[in-house]
């Protein structure tokens, strides 16, 4: 694979600089940057490779199969991000161009990872590719200020969901697969802790150091010519980037312009302003100009175009890509079969019989009707969907959804329901011939009893 060859050249070269910066001491004024600190940081950065994620590594290649291969992408993330932590700490800061060179390994990297999850939606470990997925951006910390520590946390609560229920499937049959889920959650614990010392209001850079992109020590400052061209081999003289501008881009690039990111805007003249002019209000004398409209669509805006399938595979019921159809039905589901269903919208599904478990992945404007299920229905990212239990289900969980209602039978009263980080969620309760609609919390209010906290539900007037 050509990219992935091009991806490893580019890290060997930057751990080329960052040899070389080891080697230099990064400059002649290193020293009054006190180096040392910066040295602590990444130290204790190869504490956490060395202790709790090496125990993540060995134990993905344990397991095997595609845990074993996103294990060694996890790996190459974090040695690239060592990498970057190390000429951060060698050199000063550099612009905005080189600062995305420099970031470009870890940040491709995620999006692999985060690819490989996405393209392996069938695998029997797809929790444990979505739990580090969901997770694995908490390596973005270098690029948040003034304060990454929380954004880590944030990350590891983002997969929560995912390694809980890696923790729930596998407790009984292997102890490994529990290990494996301890320990990735124990690096990123113990990399919020390292940001939080280290890096309290954000990523440093060594001002007195050498340069991030070539390794060099700094020209003496009385030095009466120019500083010299960097040493053969560097990234600036052998590396060729060709970035694609992005919308953030252009926001940061006009931040960084300062006092100057006025200058391009349009001056308004004395004709063309209303209150010098009241016959221009409302009159419609100044009128935009309706830009052409791009063919480049957003990243929200796209949509993936796949064949909607109906099938069984194995002992799971995939349900996927189907569009504005209300006559999705499966028939004879058993309960040992579980139904997944994924990136439906505007439809009905209608379960027959009694499986394991649902579980609603991406849906949109979609209605689940099913029998009974042995353990649970869960909705995760998901909006404005409805669910219809005809007879019994032990547990509702919703996660990331936007919009749930929720129809229980009289023999499904003893439901649990579980949400997190959803709004809009409604349970009717039946009532004779009718229904009595209840809205799930979504506001509590938390208070201190000593040492511990007491969390109730807000009431809304």
């Not at 595609?66 to 932590?85: I, S």
């Not at 480049?296 to 175009?305: G, L, T, W």
């Amino acid at each position: 694979m050509p990219a992935v060859d091009e991806l490893s050249a580019l890290v060997a070269r930057l751990e080329a600089v960052a040899t070389r910066l080891e080697g230099s001491g990064g400059g002649a004024g290193a020293a009054a940057a006190q180096p040392e600190d910066l040295s602590a940081a990444v130290s204790a950065y190869d504490e956490i490779l060395s202790d709790s994620f090496k125990q993540f590594t060995e134990l993905s290649a344990k397991l095997g199969g595609d845990v074993a291969t996103l294990g060694k992408m996890v790996e190459e993330a974090v040695k690239a991000q060592r990498v970057f932590l190390t000429i951060a700490a060698k050199s000063k800061q550099p612009d905005a161009k080189d600062l995305q060179m420099l970031l470009k390994p870890t940040s491709d990297k995620i999006s692999q990872i985060q690819e490989f999850r996405e393209k392996n939606r069938r695998s029997e470990y797809f929790n444990h590719l979505s739990a580090i997925s969901e997770s694995i951006p908490a390596l973005g910390w270098v690029a948040v200020a003034p304060a990454p520590s929380p954004f880590v946390k944030e990350m590891n609560d983002a997969g929560q969901f995912y390694t809980n229920r890696v923790l729930k499937d596998w407790k009984e049959k292997s102890k490994a697969h529990v290990e494996w889920v301890r320990s990735w959650v124990q690096t990123l614990i113990t990399l919020q802790a390292s940001v939080k010392q280290h890096y309290t209001t954000g990523l440093t850079w060594n001002p007195k150091g050498g340069n991030a992109m070539s390794g060099g020590p700094p020209p003496p400052p009385s030095a009466p010519l120019p500083p010299p061209p960097p040493p053969p081999g560097s990234l600036t003289a052998d590396i060729k980037v060709e970035s694609k501008p992005t919308a953030q881009n252009a926001l940061l690039d006009s931040l960084n312009r300062g006092a100057d990111v006025t200058k391009g805007l349009k001056k308004v003249t004395a004709d063309q302003q209303t209150h010098k002019n009241p016959s221009l209000r409302g009159d419609g004398v100044i009128k935009h100009k309706e830009k052409s409209k791009s063919p480049a669509k957003s990243f929200a805006q796209v949509k993936v175009s796949k064949p909607p399938r109906l099938e069984l595979d194995g002992k799971k019921w995939n349900v996927e890509y189907f569009n504005d159809n209300q006559n999705i039905v499966i028939d004879g589901a058993e309960t040992n079969q579980s139904v997944y269903i994924f990136r439906c919208e505007k439809s009905t599904i209608k379960i027959n019989g009694k499986c394991n478990n649902i579980m609603v992945d991406g849906c949109k404007k979609t209605a689940i009707v099913f029998d009974s299920v042995v353990s649970s229905i869960e909705f995760i990212n998901c909006q404005s969907v409805q669910m219809q239990v005809l007879q019994t289900v032990p547990t509702i969980t919703v996660e990331k959804t936007d919009g749930c209602q929720i129809f229980l039978s009289k023999e499904a009263l003893g439901a649990e329901i579980v949400s997190a980080k959803s709004s809009e969620m409604n349970v009717s309760i039946p009532n004779g011939e009718d229904f009595v609609e209840q809205a799930i919390p979504e506001q509590f209010k938390t208070f201190i009893s000593g040492t511990k906290l007491v969390t109730s539900v807000t009431e809304s007037v």
